[in-house]
């Protein structure tokens, strides 16, 4: 127990570590902006004095060492600043789109989760059928697909052709659940089909992995049913990976929604993002990608801590 | 190897048959398209017709010969952007895994942490930086990939470093140069040139996606992504010839995957 500790105790640290590094990186990308910021918020008519006074309101006379820790405690506490684009209070902008892209995110994978580790079980037990070879090749398919296209093709079948849903996936905060359900379907199942068929493909094989080890050919051997040796034998083995695979796919929706908000018109983070890098508002950039890389991250390492503990060999040490 | 390319599997077949039809659009784009890249020669949105087999785009320009030209412009982009990804990763990787140290860990750390965060996300805050431009585009983008491709150089070479070559090589007092020229590249080119494909498709797709969201490849150029999204007003209307240069990549990309996958297949010396 005392090397399972030990072992999540420094892949916390590392974590943390990662964290703050980014966190340097995404506050010194200001940094590099060509140009004085401040000259360039209030236009070239402003005077001297104006723009020093709005240097010193914006902290720019500080070295950015201490302008960095400012930084970080106001973020902490959730004030990332003005937009350079229109001097709204950033928090205010992203804190609905951010819970708009949780929501549309935790919606697909509340889908294609289910759905890929069922399958995966499946094409696993039916090793080099016909369903096996679709799903590789549906995998192949959706990786080498931009987003856009799946997107698109959704719309023009579903959207257009069929006319079941609305081409633009607007919603508002006051819509009902249900609606609001049925508005965001298109784009989420646009998300599934680029990720269920790599899932599938990553069960299975985590499945598959443990299923051709010597110690399950012994409980084989020993007489145990069929149903026993993959629940009390495989299963434990197969765990790790399974729960990487899920974690992994969370932490690449959060970010891949971008595309698809972008296609849908979606009012997310990802929108609000693409945008802003457009009109090189970088405060709001800066928040974003924050956010983004976060998300990201504590997805990787809630994955990587799940491995390690239900780690079997780890669990039981010698 | 005259019997074994004999026996083409029918997915690399296809893909090579595809890749071979892109190259002559890359290479003889100017002869085959009928009209200029920029060219203006109708209104715009024109349907199809004899005189415009894919109609006419947002700004009234000839579809077919944006589609061919796209091919240049698109794959000639990617290409350039892998190889440059290449040269930063092998080179990262080669280096770090001879020299050892603190080099070695730094390089390692630095990609860590730049992997750390995702691609799509760094890129965009990159080139916020730089101002949407080609060649900041190309620089993000092979920086990016570049790390990923470091990885696998670093875990090849790794393997490679240890055997007794390259402690003979490093004992005669060769050069860094010499050792990664003459020892390690000739015993990495399978796995290298197997990655340069996938890489190639991850770089097209990555380009391209840039290009839809309007950061990549600038108008008047173009470019698959950023046709589709000038373009996509038109799918609101049922037409679907945006999604004609959004199929273009899909297929390129499957089409190199199917080679990849072939030709991993002959270099691991397995039969069916």
Redo the contacts between chains.
Sequence with gaps: MHQLLGLILKRLGFGAITLLVISVIVFSAVEFLPGDLAQQVLGQSATEETVAAFRRELGLDQPSVTRYFIWLADVAHGDFGNSLANGQAVSGLIAQRFANTLFLAGYAAAIAVPIALILGVLAALTRRSLFDRLINILSLGAISMPEFFIAYIMVTLFALKFGWFSPLANVTPEMPLGTRLWATLLPALTLNLVVVAHMMRMTRASILSPMASPYIEMADLKGITPLRVVIRHALPNALAPIINVVALTLAYLVVGVVIVEVVFVYPGLGQLMVDSVAKRDMTVVQACCLIFALTYILLNLTADILAIATNPRLLHPK | MARRIGKIPPTAAFGIAVVTTYSVAVLFAPVIAPYGQTEVVGAPFLPWSGEHPFGTDNLGRDMLTRLIYGARNSVALALVTTLLAFLIGTAAGFVGSILKGWTDMAIGRSV??LM???A???A??????T??SLVATVLVVALIEGTRVYRLTRAVAGNLVVMEFVEAAQLRGESLWWIIRRELLPNATAPLAAELGLRF?FVF?FI??LS????GVRPPLAEW?SM?REN?TL??Y?D?T??LP??A??IL??SV?FIVDWFLHMTSGLEE
């Design positions: 860590d942490v750390a965060i995702p799509l996300i760094f965009l805050l990159l080139l916020t930086i101002g949407p498709c797709l391209s996606a839809f969201l309007g950061l992504g589709v996509a799918i609101t049922g679907i945006p999604l959004a199929a990549i899909a990309t499957i995957n």
